[in-house]
């Protein structure tokens, strides 16, 4: 549930109500076509507040040595984004992928996903690249973003 309400958050000037409600009522993510390579295993971190879920993110290893960590999906649920869960979350994402030996981290967020877009580039991610989301017929552009370890 966490997913699917930072999704709409984040998402919902960028698609079209039935859209949206597709992506709520779908089960599992094979309704998209990404055009980014996401392996099948990772482990996912969460963000608790007492017993609430608000805030999730999956580091997911790259099959070759020496790559880059990606995470995908990371979310924060509206009424604690802006408050730190992300930033939190992105931090302790940063120490695992180092501990695994990571040279870095990739991530990928929909170009016209403001919030998603300024958080990376906060946190010192530069853009390397572009590819995209599709949903549909509906094609939603991405910018790929790296952070690598000093």
Same mark, same amino acid.
């Given at each position: ?15 079209? #109500? ?6 709520? &009522? ?12 996401? #392996? ?32 995908? #999906? ?22 695992? &992928? ?42 939603? #552009? &991405?910018? &790929? ?6």
């Amino acid at each position: 549930m966490v997913g699917k309400q930072a999704w709409r958050s984040g998402h919902q000037d960028l698609f079209t #109500p039935d859209e949206l409600d597709r992506v709520e &009522a779908a089960t599992t993510d094979d309704i998209f076509e990404i055009g980014w390579d996401v #392996p099948k295993s990772g482990l996912t971190v969460v963000a608790l507040v007492g017993s609430e879920l608000v805030g999730a993110a999956s580091l997911r290893p790259y099959p070759s040595e020496g790559s880059y960590g990606l995470i995908e #999906p990371m979310s924060v649920i509206p009424g604690y984004q802006r408050h730190g869960v992300g930033t939190a979350i992105w931090n302790y994402v940063v120490s695992l &992928a180092r501990k695994r030996g990571y040279p870095g981290l990739r991530v990928f967020a929909l170009t016209r996903n403001q919030m998603a877009v300024d958080f990376y580039a906060k946190m010192g991610c530069r853009v390397v690249g572009a590819s995209a989301l599709r949903l549909g017929a509906h094609v939603e #552009p &991405a910018t &790929a973003f790296q952070f690598d370890f000093a």
